[in-house]
């Protein structure tokens, strides 16, 4: 803490130097402001953005700099500073263009990785709102309840399970759900409908003073979009049983007001021999308000629910016996169904060029319900061992934040801080694990309660360039306030806890050229236990911290190929394992891990874009003997990437594949799940204003599992339980057509 107040109080001498500068405004062909369009100098390195009203200014400029203007989806624009310019006012228009890797520029930004990425969701947009995850380097997510839970997560060796170590925000709503009925940090994404997506903002390890609970593996904030260019309307239509329905439409569009909404229809029995009954919906409406000098207001009203059967998690050896086939089902009563309701306003306020306001507040209305069952007959050999997990939830949450931008010293210096303040508040009521039969006879309540969560948080950031250097420390400070109320006990139960967290960052970038960036990252992050687990402990151990560091480079050597490289470490005082004969997640012990990151990017020509990445991780217990040490389910190597083509005649789409190792199912590594690599293709012919395509998931109708456990079991006529493999299939050849018109 010392060191961070020397350095900022370091640089208050050099506040306020006069140095020359560059001002002006970037709008599109049709003269609408461009907002986040990057300025960069290319003698200096330095940079900025474009402001809601297209405004934007440079400082340290010098007579023949020469500044370059960027941004993905327009023509790139450059000027050389002249002696008129020295001070001066310009005027950018910029040109639509087919998105290009040449469009962005490596800057000294600590998530600059995110802007290359973002070339991979334009090149080749998600068809599923999980999907968006799959674009996170590294990431890799498997589904194993029917389509309506939320997906497992896989990220730097951590099985995160449905979002333990993971931060998910979807336009600053955040995604996890502390203390949920199935698992803590449970992150549903199925109420974001894929067509309204426009780019992810994405980072690895706890280096960030604006994320806060969860950020340990990293954090993904995802944006949709503002406005829709056209009406749209589509139609999806496959393999079993397989509808979904699009429809877009500007209901909004004049100068300063832009408002649509969207709305999803899914319906899908899926590959299993029990048909899922899959359905989903979703609602969406946004309207945004940009007055073109100084305040920007987005307000987002969006609904979502979903309701399925499925099949769960079967057993390899009922698979070896005979009993059923890959895709049937020991307990076919699986299932369940869930809701959620989201009101969300975003306010950006200029109050001068080098000041803004930037403020969001959101109400969430959340409803739960799950049927499962992982162990059959193991504990009750009479009805089964089906349990029922549910919660009813309320979220309120608010967050504002203050950025500065300051000019210091000499040429080439810039600084900017910003500071933030928020909260969120988790209001659940009935929480329950109950012990079911066939999802309507309850046998016996298990837990069943009343949460109250509140989070509390402040944080501080401060960007310091100097010529090559950029530092970046930072500093977050989270309360919690955790209340159970136990309703199985006969008299009032209420228990109560809170805790301090601080949490200091500090990242350093050196802009070696133009063309390469070193950084070293490190930083201090965690993630909340849930409230019961809290209150059982009296609050002992139950904000575990995560230690992180990176060190890496990006070298973009020319316009059209980037590389990206990183050494990192991590070790976490507490990880979650996953219990399979209880179905549910619990704290164990101290972790660590090293890995290393790999990934290419490169524009092959315009019409043909590749992208790869490949990453290792080495994940053990630091509790446990040799041996016995393997975290369950972390992987060690993963890699995904593809090729996207467009405009061979009117024709583009997609070939993309992803992998993941044999890993480690238990502590001595002597159930292994298996790995697998699947590949996924689509390809579409545009006529006009009409479009026809094909979607095929597994196209070489790989055999796989796509998630697995080694979980203690025993079917109905077993004498006595085994602990194997227990798995859900992953999807065979599946091919659905689609047809979209836009007007």
Do not use: C
């Not at 087919?98 to 995110?114: C, G, M």
């Not at 940090?185 to 903002?201: C, V």
């Not at 509808?243 to 649509?260: P, Q």
């Not at 092959?604 to 290792?616: A, C, M, P, R, V």
């Amino acid at each position: 803490m010392k060191n961070y107040i020397i350095f900022f109080v370091f640089f208050i001498p050099f506040i306020g130097v006069k140095a020359h500068e560059l001002n002006g405004s970037i709008v599109s062909e049709d003269n609408v402001p461009l907002d986040g369009v990057g300025v960069y100098n290319k003698t200096t390195g330095g940079y900025t953005y474009s402001n809601v009203s297209g405004y934007f200014e440079l400082d340290d400029i010098s007579l023949g700099d020469i500044i370059f203007f960027y941004s993905l989806g327009y023509q790139n624009y450059q000027i050389t500073i002249s002696e008129n310019q020295l001070d001066g006012t310009i005027d950018v228009i910029l040109k639509e263009s087919a998105v290009s890797l040449d469009q962005v520029i490596l800057v000294s930004k600590v998530n600059a990785l995110s802007q290359f990425v973002n070339v991979d969701v334009k090149a080749n947009p998600v068809k599923s709102s999980q999907e968006i995850l799959r674009k996170v380097p590294g990431l890799i997510i498997g589904q194993h309840a029917g389509g309506g839970k939320a997906e497992q997560i896989f990220l730097r060796g951590f099985d995160i399970d449905h979002g333990t170590d993971i931060s998910i925000n979807v336009d600053g709503l955040p995604v996890n759900m502390v203390s949920h009925a199935h698992g803590q940090g449970y992150a549903d994404m199925h109420f974001i409908i894929p067509e309204t997506i426009d780019n992810i903002d994405f980072g690895k390890g706890a280096y960030y003073a604006d994320q806060g609970n969860f950020n340990t593996a990293g954090y993904v904030d995802i944006k949709t979009k503002k406005r829709i260019d056209d009406n749209l309307l589509s139609l999806e239509t496959g393999m079993f049983n397989t509808i979904r329905t699009l429809g877009m439409f500007k209901i909004v569009e004049d100068d300063f007001s832009h408002g649509y909404v969207a709305s999803e229809l899914v319906l899908s029995d899926g590959a299993f021999d029990s048909p899922q009954n899959f359905n989903r919906i979703n609602m969406m409406a946004r309207y945004n308000f940009n007055n073109r000098e100084n305040q920007e207001l987005s307000l987002t009203l969006s609904h979502f629910q979903s309701k399925w059967d499925a099949s769960g998690q079967i057993p390899q050896r009922s698979i070896d016996q005979g009993v059923i086939g890959r895709f049937g089902a020991i307990d076919d009563t699986e299932g369940g169904n869930t809701s959620r309701s989201n009101f969300l306003a975003n306010h950006k306020k200029l109050i001068n060029e080098h000041s803004n306001v930037l403020s969001k507040a959101y109400i969430s209305k959340y409803d739960f319900e799950l049927f499962s069952n992982f162990t059959f007959f193991l504990e009750d050999p009479i009805n089964g061992d089906q349990i029922h997990q549910m919660e009813e939830r309320t979220i309120i949450g608010a967050e504002t934040k203050y950025e500065h931008s300051i000019h210091v010293g000499d040429h080439d210096s810039q600084l900017k801080y910003e500071t933030g303040i928020g909260f969120r508040y988790d209001d659940v009521n009935e929480v329950q694990l109950s012990k079911t039969k066939n999802r309507q006879e309850l046998l016996q309540r298990l837990a069943y309660g009343n949460i109250d969560e509140l989070n509390g948080y402040s944080f501080f950031n401060l960007t310091y360039k100097k010529n090559k250097w950029t530092f970046n420390p930072g500093l977050r400070l989270d309360y919690f306030k955790f209340d159970y109320e136990n309703l199985l006990s006969e008299t009032y139960n209420n228990k109560s806890e809170h805790k301090l967290f601080l949490g200091p960052k500090l990242n350093i970038i050196y802009a070696v050229s133009q063309g390469l960036q070193m950084f070293g990252k490190t930083g201090i992050g965690f993630h909340s236990n849930d409230t019961r687990v809290v209150t059982a402990n009296n609050g002992k151990e139950i904000l575990p911290a995560a230690y992180s560091a990176d060190i890496g480079a990006i070298i973009k050597p020319i316009g059209k190929l980037m590389l990206n490289a990183a050494l990192w470490t991590l070790f976490l005082e507490q990880e979650f394992v996953y219990v399979g004969d209880a179905g549910i997640v619990e704290p164990s012990g101290k972790t660590k891990r090293f890995g290393i990151d790999f990934g290419l990017r490169y524009q092959f020509t315009d019409w043909l874009y590749l992208n790869g990445d490949i990453n290792y991780t080495y994940a053990r217990s630091t509790e446990e003997p040799e041996g016995a040490d393997y975290i369950p389910l972390s992987p060690d190597l993963t890699s995904s990437g593809g090729i996207s083509f467009r405009n061979i005649g009117d024709f583009s789409g997609s070939i993309n594949y992803r992998l993941i190792k044999n890993r480690p199912a238990n502590e001595d590594n002597s159930i292994v799940a298996k790995g697998y690599t699947v590949t996924d293709m689509n390809v579409n012919y545009t006529i006009k204003n009409w479009t026809i395509g094909l979607i095929v998931e597994n196209l070489f109708d790989t055999e796989w599992n796509e998630t697995q456990f080694a979980t203690e079991s025993r079917l109905q006529n077993e004498p006595s339980s085994v602990e194997e493999i227990h798995f859900t299939p992953g999807s065979p050849f599946y091919l659905r057509g689609k047809v979209t018109v836009n007007f």
